[in-house]
Structure formats: C-alpha cells, structure tokens
C-alpha cells in the first residue's frame, strides 16, 4: 500500500492550500482515514480524521478552517486549508488504518510528507 501526498507549498498568512493523498489501494476499504503534520522539533500530531461512512473530526486548532474529505472512487484523501496561519507551517502526512479512528499515531499506512509554509 503507498499513499502519496502532494498540494504542499509556501503560502502567506490568510492564504489557502488544498492537499491530496493518493492511495494505492481502495480509500472505502480502511476504517479511517487521517492527516496529521509535524513541526520542527515537536510532535506529530493529528489535524483531521475521517471514518469509513464520512464522519470527521478535527484538532481544535484547526477547526473551522481546514477539511478534510475523501473521495473513494478516485482513492484520494484531501485537506482542504483555509485562513492559514504561521503556526500551521509544518511537514503534514496522511495515514490510513484498519480500525477506528484513533488520534494517536498508531497508523498501518503513512505517506512520505508534503511541506507547508505560511510565512506571516
């Protein structure tokens, strides 16, 4: 299984940004579905979920600007990111497990990471 995430880039404060991750096998097929991002010297940390029946959640820092959704006919997950801030600047990484949603990173599946910037 590969997932592969692109969409990342350098935005300014305010900007928006759309990340895919495309998978190589069947999106339908997992329990849940998840990006998660990592800064410079801190911990991975999860930024959105989705179930197998759509259901999502977020991490309250990005709630009300970011989405996240997926498309099962194509095998693509997406982070649609909105009013951007410096502090979302971080490596962001898609996941994929078999089981429920967890926030933690105990993920099957990883991406190899797509770069974002939000310069203030």
């Known amino acids: 299984v590969q997932l592969v995430e692109s969409g990342g880039g350098s935005v300014q404060a305010g900007g928006s940004l759309m990340l895919s991750c495309a998978a190589s096998?069947?999106?339908?097929?997992?329990?849940?579905m998840a990006w998660f991002r990592q800064a410079p010297g801190k911990e991975r940390e999860g930024v959105g979920f989705?179930?197998?029946?759509?259901?999502?959640r977020y991490a309250d820092s990005v709630k009300g600007r970011f989405t996240i959704s997926k498309d099962n006919a194509k095998n693509t997950l997406y982070l649609q990111m909105n009013s951007l801030k410096p502090e979302d600047t971080a490596m962001y990484y898609c996941?994929?497990?078999?089981?429920?949603?967890?926030?933690?990173?105990?993920?099957?599946?990883w991406g190899q990471g797509t770069q974002v910037t939000v310069s203030s």
């Open positions: 996941a994929a497990v078999e089981g429920l949603c967890i926030t933690s990173t105990s993920y099957n599946y």
């Open positions: 096998a069947y999106t339908a097929s997992w329990g849940c």
């Open positions: 989705i179930d197998r029946v759509g259901n999502t």
